[in-house]
């Protein structure tokens, strides 16, 4: 069973960088999926997706954070990470790793890490 | 960009009850729809994807229905286990979701 587990800081001041990492288990991230993706869900409010990544390295982003943000995979660590440039407190979100397994880098989002909640604040 | 609406916003509904979500999308996405449930404090968890297809493990009481601008999520007799908010997302262009359709208890 493929598991999915963010790990990073609950806490970022605006202006800086917030920086996650997902760490893969049940499987290596070169075989139990092409793509590997981050989505956003703010305090009570809906879900946004951020960016994908397959696990050859190539990027696909929102062009809502384009500018600010970075996606990159570590097939020998099993792991794959999003940075998220010059944050503000509408960057507040609950953080979710996720496997797309459907058509498309987009597609069909069926596993998910449990997420993990980020605050800007100073 | 594709804007998702989803209606109604809420609901409230009674165990055994037939329930339907509608999902819109402002231009034509074909199949490339998916739906997602979401309990309070847990990740989404995928019901249907391509606009009809059922997830792996999902209960047959969920079906999805439509093609084009307009989907439909249909819970066939609401259990205890159903009350959640659920999402609409498509795939066709850059990935986006509906607002959302909280399912609440009458």
């Known amino acids: 069973q493929l598991q999915l587990q963010e790990s990073g800081p609950g806490l970022v001041k605006p202006s800086e960088t917030l920086s996650l990492t997902c760490t893969v288990s049940g499987g290596s991230i070169s075989s139990s999926s092409y793509y590997w993706g981050w989505i956003r869900q703010p305090p009570g409010k809906g879900l946004e997706w951020i960016a994908s990544i397959s696990y050859l390295g190539t990027p696909y982003y929102n062009p809502s954070v384009r500018s600010r943000v970075t996606i990159s995979v570590d097939t020998s660590k099993d792991q794959f990470s999003l940075s998220l440039d010059s944050v503000t407190a509408a960057d507040t979100a609950v953080y979710y790793c996720?496997?797309?397994?459907?058509?498309?880098?987009?597609?069909?989002?069926?596993?998910w890490g449990q997420g993990t909640l980020v605050t800007v604040s100073s | 960009d594709i804007q998702m609406t989803q209606s109604p916003s809420s609901l409230s509904a009674s165990v055994g009850d037939r329930v339907t979500i509608t999902c819109r999308a402002s231009?034509?996405?074909?199949?490339?729809l998916n739906w997602y449930q979401q309990k309070p404090g847990k990740p989404p968890n995928l019901l249907i994807y391509?606009?009809?297809g059922l997830q792996s493990g999902v209960p047959s009481r969920f079906s999805g229905s439509g093609s084009g601008t307009d989907f439909t999520l249909t819970i066939s007799s609401l259990q205890p286990e159903d009350f959640a908010t659920y999402y609409c997302?498509?795939?066709?262009?850059?990935?986006?979701f509906g607002p959302g359709t909280k399912v609440d208890i009458k």
């Open positions: 996720v496997t797309p397994h459907g058509q498309n880098y987009g597609d069909k989002f069926d596993n």
């Open positions: 231009q034509s996405i074909s199949s490339s």
């Open positions: 391509g606009a009809s």
């Open positions: 997302q498509q795939s066709y262009g850059t990935p986006s």
